[in-house]
Structures are given as structure tokens and as C-alpha cells.
């Protein structure tokens, strides 16, 4: 079953009084339980294309549907589009419900240690955690990602006092924690290591056969493409 598909996509940005082309006309789909990679170079539209799948970016026109939701259905889109506050409110509850992030920067709350910062999200709204366990039932899946992420030991230091894999580890807990069936990774190695970079993708494969999570990548990294069993290639905006 497909989870994620795009229909003729389209984004086009307006930088002064020139139109730049970022994504034309893609189409694809995700199946549920894919660990996918969107490859190309820099500058090719492969994070524009993670962040029209993470509504964090609109398309300029096309079709975005997440797990059999078509997010703009109703919506009339273009390059100046602002976004109607019903619509604001949508793709807040989808974003919360449907998709988890992991980001190369690790964003992690400096002030927050190990089990708050994955806590954290719990603290934001319904979800599918949420809606659907108790709240010790939330404090067992907790532990259970510190124990299957290795930082059980390190649950109760911030992020200052952790390694950068450490750090990774727990954006990885924290995107996992509410359940999301989507999980979307922005060039999630880009900041590690090469051997901290091998363990952090073993890791995301192991919780991808475990949990049957849709992981879905933006990345340049040829170690994350050769894992992956789907690939979508693009370059200068197209889908090859």
C-alpha cells in the first residue's frame, strides 16, 4: 500500500523578479514499511522534495496524498500562496500525526536531557501514541527506544553531554516516540563520522524492520542509497 504519493509536483520559488524551478512535474509513491532514499546532488530538489512530504513546504501546484489523506485537495495553489488558517491547522495535526523528523543538526533542547527531549513531542498534542496508550504504556515504549537506541545509561544527561552519535540516536528516539508512521531523515549521517554514520543507519534499518516505519531519506550519502530498497534519483528538479 502506498503511504506516500506524489502527483505531479510542482514548486517553483520567486527570488527577486526571477522564478527558480526547484521541482517539476514528480510523480512517485512510497510503500508502507519502505526505507527510501531520495538521491541526487546538491542543489538537485531532493530536500525540497522531503519537505513537501513533511508539509513544511507547499508545491506550486500538484498533488500531495499521505497515507490516503490528499492534503491540498481543496486547496488552490501557486508560487504566492499563503496558507488559510484551516489549512495551518490541518497540516499541524498532520505533521503531528503522520510523520516524525530527524535532522542533520540533531535540533535537539539544550536545556531538556536524554528522556525529555524524547518525552517531548508527547507534550504537544494528540497523537498515535498518545490516543491510543496508557500513560505507563508510554513510559514502557520510552524505554524501550533508550534501550533499543543504547542510551538507556544516558537518560538523564543533556544534549552538551552527549557524542554526536549519542545526540543522533536520541533525534532518532524523539522522531519515533509518537508513533508516526513516516519517518523523514534529512541528511541524517551528513554531520557524523564514517563509523558513527554505519551504526546510525544499521540502527534506523533494525527499527525499520522492526516497527514496519516508513523511513524516507534526503540524501547524497551512496551508503544510504545502497540500504535502501527503494531509490528515487533526481537532478535539477526532475525525477529520472
Known amino acids: 500500500m502506498a503511504i506516500v504519493e506524489l502527483k505531479n509536483i510542482n514548486k517553483t520559488y ?51 496524498i499521505l497515507n490516503d489523506i490528499n492534503v491540498y485537495q481543496d486547496v488552490t495553489l501557486g508560487v504566492k500562496t499563503k496558507i488559510p488558517l484551516k489549512l495551518d491547522t490541518t497540516l499541524t495535526n498532520l505533521r503531528r500525526t ?53 542510551l538507556t545509561n544516558w537518560k538523564k544527561h543533556k544534549p552538551s553531554e552527549l557524542s554526536g552519535g549519542q545526540r543522533q540516536r536520541t533525534a532518532i528516539a524523539r522522531a519515533l516516540v509518537t508513533k508516526a508512521p513516516i519517518i523523514l531523515a534529512d541528511e541524517p549521517t551528513a554531520n ?12 534506523m534499518l533494525k527499527l525499520n524492520k522492526e516497527l514496519n516505519t516508513t523511513f524516507i531519506f534526503s540524501t547524497h550519502d551512496s551508503k544510504i542509497v545502497e540500504m535502501a530498497n527503494h531509490v528515487i534519483k533526481i537532478r535539477d528538479g526532475i525525477i529520472q
Not at 496508557?134 to 537506541?149: A, C, G, H, V
Open 192 to 203: 557524523l563520522d564514517s563509523k558513527t554514520g554505519d551504526q546510525i543507519l544499521e540502527l
Open 98 to 150: 503522520q510523520l516524525g523528523f530527524i535532522f542533520q543538526t540533531f535540533n535537539l533542547v539544550p536545556v531538556l536531557n536524554v528522556w525529555e527531549n524524547i518525552e517531548l513531542p508527547l507534550h504537544l498534542g494528540s497523537s498515535p501514541a498518545t490516543d491510543t496508550m496508557t500513560k505507563s504504556q508510554i513510559t514502557e515504549w520510552i524505554n524501550y527506544l533508550l534501550e533499543t537506541t543504547g
Open 14 to 64: 520567486q527570488m527577486d523578479k526571477v522564478q527558480v524551478h526547484a521541482v517539476k512535474d514528480a510523480t512517485f509513491s512510497i510503500q508502507a514499511g519502505d526505507f527510501a532514499a531520495i538521491s541526487g546532488p546538491s542543489g538537485s530538489g531532493k530536500s525540497t522534495l522531503l519537505n513537501i512530504i513533511g508539509l513544511t513546504d507547499m508545491p506550486t501546484s500538484g498533488e500531495v
